[in-house]
């Protein structure tokens, strides 16, 4: 008996550490009066709110790293109802707060967070079963049904068992599918495909009501061309059927130089205009950058000491990088084909660079940049990106004011990309925004930066916005960022009527995407 009433208070004490430990990682009870309603504890998915420090923290981040926005929980859904409950207690409560769909935080700005809000955690979706769905078709090619947490790597690798994959991809595949749909999702070959929001079949949304919605091209199709391209303002995507085709086994890569941005451009245009190639991207190279990049390892070491020559000869050069797929049965005839392609181009003399790769490996192309600079620590920097859509009309001015000008007098460190895309390949009932002109380039200028100094590239993208607009030229943001109405006004154009329509429609009380400035 002494035993026992001497170890009771260490028993106790035990008892109230463990207890107090639970607490910290699923948050204290005082954190619901704080910043979100009380009655939130009485839902089920009270338990999978997160008041952790390092959950809150890692929400209140993205890729970017210029912006930090700290949410008051976390929610990790086990199921889609959880984050209907959560949007629908929102909606319904006094009190409403904002919430915001996360999947791998590689928004730029903040377009993933809800400050003192609920950050959904997507990714804890991924487990639960048949969140990749392939379904095989002999007249259509099939599709995938895929949970909007899924990351595009994966679905290319359960496509690949089927022996089939989407048409349209990104440069980076470690992004989820509701992220990309959101925006638009482009790469080198939305000019044959356009976007990946225009290979979208159908999909399952939670409105910011709190209802479940299946919507495609004819039921529900308001919400349908909403979502896609909507920055994530109407509502939150759970599954989307993407359409797909036979998978090529094979793939040949090559690369050309130019140093006149009139055969640069004119090349590119005529290479979008006729049949036979899959992939088409272009990008920029200044004196003194290396030939290669985190984006790619192309060049080969011997090939650096004539790249980097040509450059510096030049001051800035163009690389034309394009591909053709294929399989085995006609290895012996792809290299004669892609001649004929390139008959009459004007690249520089003996500056084109071939390579021969698998499908996988060509599309998975940024992963291995990424794994290296994540060994060297220099990932998880700021990311001062600027994304633009420029007309065809007015590419040549914005060279020779960007590229030419601001950029090369005061150099920059991170790929550079410039490539056209064909308008009649976009479904202009979607939300996305682009040039009003049959072709336009994108522009990616990818800068990566130290802690200290990323500023300094930001007042160089305000630079070049402020040049563009003193020049006339009509740039449209990808990814876009705005700090005003009249900005967002004027981004949208003569779709901002309709944006706002469907906005009052589907999230009147403007619960989703807070990060995205819009409507907040």
């Known amino acids: 008996m002494a035993n026992m009433c001497f170890n009771i208070p260490s028993l106790m004490f035990t008892m109230m550490y463990i207890i107090s ?21 009485s839902l089920d998915l009270s338990h999978r709110m997160s008041f952790d420090e390092h959950l809150i923290n890692h929400a209140s981040t993205d890729f970017g790293n210029l912006v930090k926005s700290i949410p008051a929980a976390v929610l990790n859904p086990i199921s889609i109802d959880d984050i209907v409950s959560l949007v629908r207690f929102s909606y319904n409560s006094q009190s409403t707060f904002a919430i915001a769909p996360r999947g791998h935080g590689h928004s730029i700005r903040g377009q993933a967070m809800a400050a003192d809000g609920v950050v959904v955690d997507m990714r804890s979706l991924k487990g639960n079963a048949d969140r990749i769905r392939v379904s095989a078709s002999t007249e259509f090619g099939g599709w995938v049904d895929v949970g909007g947490e899924q990351l595009w790597i994966d679905v290319l690798h359960a496509c690949l068992e089927r022996g089939l994959a989407p048409k349209t991809w990104t440069d980076y595949l470690y992004l989820t599918v509701g992220g990309t749909l959101s925006n638009a999702g482009i790469s080198g070959q939305t000019f044959l495909h356009g976007p990946q929001i225009s290979n979208v079949l159908e999909m399952d949304v939670i409105t910011g009501r709190g209802e479940m919605v299946t919507c495609n091209k004819h039921m529900n199709s308001d919400l349908f ?3 896609l391209g909507g920055l994530g303002q109407f509502g939150i995507i759970t599954r989307a059927r993407i359409a797909l085709s036979a998978a090529p086994k094979r ?19 005529h290479l979008i205009s006729i049949k036979g190639l899959d992939y088409l991207e272009g990008s920029v190279m200044m004196d003194q950058s290396p030939a290669n ?44 084909e892609m001649e004929l392609l390139f008959d009459g181009l004007e690249y520089a003399s003996n500056f084109k660079f071939k390579k021969d790769v698998s499908y996988e490996n060509f599309l998975n192309r940024v992963r291995n940049g990424e794994l290296e600079l994540q ?33 090369s007098k005061n150099g920059t460190n991170g790929p550079m990309l410039i490539y056209p895309m064909n308008k009649n390949k976009w479904d202009e009932r979607t939300s996305a925004i682009i040039p009003d002109e049959e072709i336009f380039y994108t522009i990616g200028l990818l800068h990566s930066s130290g802690l200290d100094d990323w500023e300094y590239l930001e007042d160089k993208n305000k630079e070049i916005l402020q040049y563009c607009v003193k020049a006339g030229i009509k740039v449209k943001q990808y990814l876009p960022h705005y700090k005003n109405k009249a900005d967002w006004m004027n981004h949208f154009g003569l779709k901002w009527e309709l944006f706002q329509t469907r906005k009052i429609k589907f999230d009147p009380k403007a619960i989703l995407s807070p990060g995205q400035g819009i409507f907040n």
């Not at 204290?28 to 939130?40: G, I, K, N, Q, V």
């Not at 011997?302 to 030049?314: F, N, Q």
Request: proline share 7%; aromatic share 16%; glycine share 4%.
């Open 251 to 269: 793939v040949k890569w090559v690369r050309m130089l130019y140093h006149d941005f009139f055969a640069f451009t004119r090349d590119q245009e």
């Open 225 to 227: 061309y909403a979502v």
């Open 21 to 41: 430990r639970l607490m910290s990682i699923v948050g204290a009870p005082r954190e619901w009066t704080r910043l979100l309603p009380h009655e939130l504890q």
């Open 375 to 407: 060994k060297k620590g220099l990932w998880d920097v700021p990311h001062p990106w600027l994304n633009l859509f420029v007309p065809k009309s007015q590419i040549s001015e914005f060279n020779s004011g960007v590229f030419e000008g601001i950029l």
């Open 293 to 336: 990049n985190w984006r790619s390892s192309f060049f080969s070491p011997s090939d650096h000491p004539r790249v980097t020559s040509l450059a510096s000869k030049h001051g800035v050069i163009y690389c034309l990088e394009v591909a053709k797929y294929y399989n085995h049965p006609s290895i012996d005839s792809i290299d004669e």
